[in-house]
């Protein structure tokens, strides 16, 4: 995120979580509960859902920065503004809230996608849960048949299983 800057007191960082941490807040999840089968759920499903969650939170809040500062930016005299004098004005607070917000959320999906790799799935949906997180990571303008290629392998991978 080296396009956003530290507002006024934020804290840059969040103290990293550790992946038992992670493992274990996640498996408490009530998706857990209770596998379609009745036999044991993969723990990689509920990893993968909270990992698109906080990715899906991170998009909104990075859209709604770019929005806020476009905003500041056609306004007069914004960028002559000292962080302090930004922060003071309430929307220019919102930047540092949201910019707060976004060192967390970077913090923990890293702290995710470090766990991951590592993480073997017992399950298709662990597999496809795996691979839709591979897809999200994978930009299609940068990646198109890359990303074409994962897509086609997770419709197929359900198909097979029946999953969809």
């Not at 507002?7 to 009530?30: E, F, K, N």
């Amino acid at each position: 995120m080296a396009s956003r800057r530290k507002a006024g007191d934020a804290v840059a960082r969040l103290p990293a979580l550790s992946r038992r941490a992670i493992l274990v807040g996640v498996s408490a999840t009530p998706v857990l509960a209770a596998a379609p089968s009745g036999g044991p759920v993969d723990p990689i499903i509920a990893i993968s859902q909270h990992w698109l969650k906080v990715d899906a939170e991170r998009n909104r809040l990075m859209l709604a920065w770019g929005q806020l500062e476009g905003r500041f930016m056609k306004s007069d005299g914004w960028g002559e503004l000292s962080t302090q004098e930004r922060t003071a004005i309430r929307e220019g607070g919102r930047l540092g809230e949201i910019s707060a917000r976004l060192d967390q959320l970077e913090a923990e999906s890293e702290t995710i996608l470090d766990t991951l790799p590592t993480a073997a799935a017992t399950s298709v949906e662990g597999v496809v849960a795996n691979l839709m997180i591979v897809m999200t990571l994978l930009y299609p303008d940068d990646h198109e048949m890359t990303h074409g290629m994962v897509k086609r392998a997770i419709a197929d991978i359900k198909a097979l299983a029946g999953l969809d």
